[in-house]
């Protein structure tokens, strides 16, 4: 079977003019046959050096850019350059190439219609640039007008996941919040014209080239900024990305979580400086949401910022979902006899026991195995008054599911308490959560409200 000269990849006709004498040629010059660059998407450097060299291009490799730089001496004596750009694993991206003038724009965008791309009007807010999907294929073209003299086109796999430069959905959520560029190893290039799609210019007073660290504005008071940092060794390639936010348009905690979920992010048992941390298993990708005022008085600068993860952090997952043996709230109305007899008939109950610490209620919760009760004092002597179960993982005591599961009941989360409250009103009861072991291990403890 002979071997088709390019797999998989798109004959189009570029009307090249030539000029001749300084004047514009004849309206009708002899169409060139090009083809668009490899569609060996996700192959490695040997794969794409290998096909190049069997078709009789000539290859440069530049190991310290990523890239593949592709030479075709083709019909007419037309020299192409074409630029394929690889990732930190040395997997083929997108490739890029240079388009020589107008005339030239015109034909290729005829031609990638013809041969079945859809123009994508609503995927760019920049005018200057064209946006043509062949989603049968799976392939994507975009192409950049900068000026009459820098014109070019990136073709990649049409890919909508979270980490793809080549992307159309903003991946925005009900709140206003949205997802920056997340593809960790994109050049500045990249990142510009992934910017300028969404509508974002450089922000020169921001932006610090000399550290690598170069921000974009939105043009959205809620969410002003974009900023991107880049590799300290190089400055080539992304490291760490953030959206900035308003600090009196900040979305709520669980908004942040719900829309973090939805790009698979879970929350984990780890913060920084009080904030919550996200991880994504998948992208081994890490995310924190820096949406609390410091407690130091340094100033406050609300962002959601994306770096690369550690597989380890998956371990830290919060639970989603707990099984909360809620006890006998009826403080101060029976004996601890009385108590512990109600409890035998509770639907978690599985033993009792006792301990140098109190009685026991063992339960058949996974989340929360144990639980103490004790009689109270003074206006509760005598009477059975305090209940407490105790998990011993960290993931089930920061897990997010216990505001829900509370707040949810009716409960009231108290904000004036140093430790994690909630009370119900209707019942005057209250219960804490001790994420620091204060109370004698990571537990809920319940008892009268004192406030």
């Known amino acids: 079977m002979t071997r088709k000269l390019f797999p998989a990849t798109l004959l189009v006709v570029l009307a090249f003019l030539m000029a001749a004498c300084g004047k514009i040629p004849s309206p009708k010059p002899a169409p060139i ?52 750009q690889f990732d930190a694993e040395g997997k083929y991206r997108y490739a890029m190439e240079k388009i020589a003038n107008t005339e030239s724009e015109g034909a290729f965008v005829a031609s990638l219609l013809s041969q079945g791309f859809v123009q994508e009007k609503t995927a760019t807010k920049l005018a200057t640039e064209g946006v043509f999907v062949h989603k049968q294929r799976g392939w994507v073209v975009f192409i950049s007008h900068r000026s009459d003299s820098d014109i070019s086109y990136v073709f990649a796999p049409f890919d909508e996941a979270i980490t ?19 593809g960790l190893d994109n050049t500045l290039d990249m990142v510009t014209r992934f910017e300028a799609r969404m509508g974002h210019t450089l922000d020169p007073e921001a932006t610090m080239a000399d550290k690598g660290v170069y921000s974009f504005k939105t043009g959205n008071p809620n969410y002003p900024s974009t900023r991107y940092w880049f590799d300290v060794k190089t400055k080539s390639f992304v490291e760490e990305c953030a959206i900035f936010v308003a600090p009196d348009k900040r979305p709520k905690p669980d908004d942040v979580t719900e829309y973090m979920r939805s790009m698979g992010f879970l929350i984990t048992t780890l913060s920084d400086h009080g904030n919550p941390v996200y991880y994504n298993k998948d992208t081994n990708m890490a995310a924190v949401a820096e949406l609390n005022k410091p407690t130091d008085g340094s100033a406050f600068v609300p962002k959601v910022q994306f770096f690369k993860g550690n597989p380890q952090m998956a371990d830290s997952f919060m639970k989603e979902e707990l099984d909360i043996p809620l006890p006998i709230l009826e403080f101060g109305k029976y004996t601890l006899a009385e108590a512990l007899e109600l409890y035998k008939k509770q639907p978690y109950f599985k033993s009792l026991d006792k301990n140098e610490l109190g009685d026991v209620v063992n339960t058949t919760s ?22 407490i179960v105790f998990t011993d993982d960290v993931r089930v005591i920061n897990s997010t599911y216990i505001e829900k599961f509370f707040t949810g009941k009716g409960w009231e989360k108290y904000s004036k308490s140093a430790i994690l409250t909630y009370i119900d009103r209707k019942n005057n009861v209250m219960v804490q959560v001790d994420q620091s072991g204060n109370f004698g291990g990571l537990c809920l403890a319940f008892s009268p409200n004192e406030f």
Not at 366 to 387: H, N, Q, S, V
């Open 33 to 84: 046959l090009v083809t668009l660059p490899s569609s060996l998407f996700g192959k490695s450097y040997d794969a794409l050096e290998a096909e190049a060299k069997q078709l009789g291009q000539i290859v440069t490799k530049d190991a310290e850019a990523r890239a593949l730089t592709v030479r075709i001496n083709g019909d007419q004596g037309l020299a192409r350059t074409i630029y394929l």
């Open 366 to 387: 996974k989340d929360f195995p144990m639980m103490l009760i004790w009689e109270g004092e003074g206006e509760y002597a005598g009477k059975y008054a305090m209940a």
């Open 164 to 182: 793809s430069w080549s992307r159309i959905d903003k991946k925005e959520h009900a709140t206003g919040l949205w997802a920056p560029l997340m």
